[in-house]
């Protein structure tokens, strides 16, 4: 069985108590002999910055750099308000993304059958709703120069920001989007405005050459990115993958999210370049919720966009797309089975404890594998 290398980074606040529920999995895992996982654990944000006056240090990023996949909890909170920008517990984030050039961001809207009543849309539309967001990350609008704001001759101030896409740029998205669907249903829709953007026509030419030569089996869709926005609140179940640039992303990604409730179950994923060897991506897995300083140290945290994190390490760098879906399944049922922690539970309803989640959906698991 292969030994997989993870690096655990739980960071500040709810991010160590819901890491810790993730650690459980991990451990049960391995006993059941399910899985084989070599595991560091290094400090990233706040902590780091206690220990080392860094918010991660070079040794951490090291070993980020020779992990299969990287598990981050979350960073920040009030006792670093005051540290010094560029150690702010959020840049050892940044430091990650950065270095490693994470620059596809994956943001799945998963509803589950027994969550349904909590999305902004009818039961109907969201139920059973699985769709995966990949959105450039490191391009596009939020980079592209000339960035600027300058004063005319006639008083008038002019600010300009540019969409800037290169062919390997788009190529490079594309191809993570359609290796995606490949363990997925096989189905890519691309989003763009090529109707009235340049970058837009080219994103929609690269796109296509890149499904012709590296990816006839996967079926590819062109849909222009407003129509787009429209769709996903009128029909989302037409989408499995959707890839578009940064600033479409941006948006597109936030609007599915709340398709599905609260912020407490929603993971994501910042995949690399791949490495020519080995041919394996870099990876970073993290729920997309903060260190949430109201909730710390009292129990109350959702596990469930942490464990979703890992999950799609499984799916997504580890190879253990069944493991996956086992997990995936697993929380479907204790939702099912009505175990709620607070930030889901309908008023009155009972409520459960971190750990207590975590139990559940080990407890649901074992009837999985
Ligand atoms: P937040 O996501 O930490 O919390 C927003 C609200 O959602 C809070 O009421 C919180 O209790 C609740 N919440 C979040 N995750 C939850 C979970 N798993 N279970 C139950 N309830 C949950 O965002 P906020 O409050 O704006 O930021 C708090 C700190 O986190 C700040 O220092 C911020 O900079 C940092 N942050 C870090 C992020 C990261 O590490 N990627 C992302 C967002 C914020
Ligand atoms: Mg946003």
Known sequence: MATHKLLLLPGDGIGVEVMQEVKKLIAWLEKRGVASFALEEDLVGGAAYDAHKVSITDAAMARANAADAIIFGAVGGPKWDNVVYEQRPEAGLLRLRKELDLFANLRPAIVYP???DSSSLKREIVEGLDILIVRELTGGTYF???KEIVTLENGQQRA?????????????????????ARVRKNLVHSAEKRNVMKSGLLWNQVVTRTHAAKFPDVKLEHILADNCAMQLVRNPKQF??????????????DAASMLTGSLGMLPSASLGAEDRATGKRKAMYEPVHGSAPDITGKGLANPIAQIGSFGMALRYSLGLVEVADAIERSIA???QQGHRTADIAALGEKTISTTEMGDAIIAALDREL
């Not at 300009?160 to 995606?180: N, P």
């Open 114 to 116: 027994a969550l349904a």
């Open 144 to 146: 592209g120069e000339p």
């Open 160 to 180: 300009v920001d540019t969409q800037v896409y290169t062919t390997s740029e788009i190529e490079r998205i594309a191809s993570v989007a359609f290796e995606l």
């Open 240 to 253: 499995d993958v959707l890839v578009t640039d940064n600033l479409f992303g941006d948006i597109l990604s």
């Open 333 to 335: 049922r204790v939702l």
